[in-house]
């Protein structure tokens, strides 16, 4: 079957422009994650959807970060007026339950000049 | 603030021999630990992993051993291959289902 997927694969923006990464989770899945990974660091977590409860933002580094995911499928992770540092890697990953081992996407390689 | 540590940043080691992976962490409300591999421009691929109620647990060349008094796992492959050459990532969770990660070890296999 299909796994996670993301779009696009790499995105190149100028500071300041707003931007929409998106992540299709393999089905059935009901829970999703986005993390990132920046140079030479490990991966960092940024949100968390399980089902219908209120996501767990706790990791968003700022308000210029928000997701959303839409009939409990697709997710789109929006970075508002990028800053250099938010050049990363930012991969998406979903589980069948919440628990256990999560299923990781190909990543978003986003560079801000 | 880093939960859990991978030190030794790169590890080179020689195909058919022993790859040892170490992995501290920090918190003690972690109760699953899982090993990730990861390609360059590829995501993390989901190894192995081990709840805190074993000590260990083997599949086919991987073994991961849990220390919980420690709190450190280690990943032993072998033999090792050359297409075992690849980042490895040391990830654990606790009741918020969320992973923390360490910073990776580079395995190189050298045929």
């Known amino acids: 079957g299909a796994g996670v997927s993301q779009s696009p694969s790499n995105k190149v923006t100028e500071k300041g422009k707003d931007v929409e990464l998106r992540c299709d989770p393999i089905?059935?899945?009901?829970?999703l994650y986005w993390y990132r990974q920046s140079l030479g660091q490990g991966l960092e977590f940024l949100i968390y959807f399980q089902g219908n409860s209120a996501p767990d933002k706790s990791g968003l580094p700022s308000d210029r970060f928000s997701a959303e995911r839409t009939g409990g499928s697709v997710s789109t992770l929006t970075i508002q007026r990028t800053q250099q540092e938010d050049s990363a890697v930012y991969l998406c990953a979903s589980s069948p339950q919440g628990r256990g081992e999560q299923y990781f996407g190909p990543g978003t390689r986003l560079t801000v000049t | 603030d880093q939960q859990v540590k991978q030190n030794s940043p790169s590890l080179s080691v020689q195909e058919g021999r022993i790859s040892i992976l170490n992995c501290d962490y920090t918190n003690s409300m972690f109760d699953y630990f899982l090993w990730y591999k990861k390609y360059p421009a590829e995501g993390p691929t989901f190894l192995i992993s081990?709840?805190?109620?074993?000590d260990k647990n083997e599949d086919g060349r991987f073994t991961v051993f849990l220390n919980k008094s420690a709190k450190h796992l280690s990943l032993h492959i072998v033999p090792s291959q050359p297409g075992d050459s690849a980042v490895y990532f040391c990830?654990?969770?606790?009741?918020?289902?969320?992973?923390?990660f360490g910073k990776g070890n580079q395995v190189v296999v050298i045929p």
């Open positions: 081990i709840s805190s109620i074993k």
């Open positions: 990830a654990a969770t606790g009741g918020n289902n969320r992973l923390a």
């Open positions: 089905s059935g899945h009901t829970a």
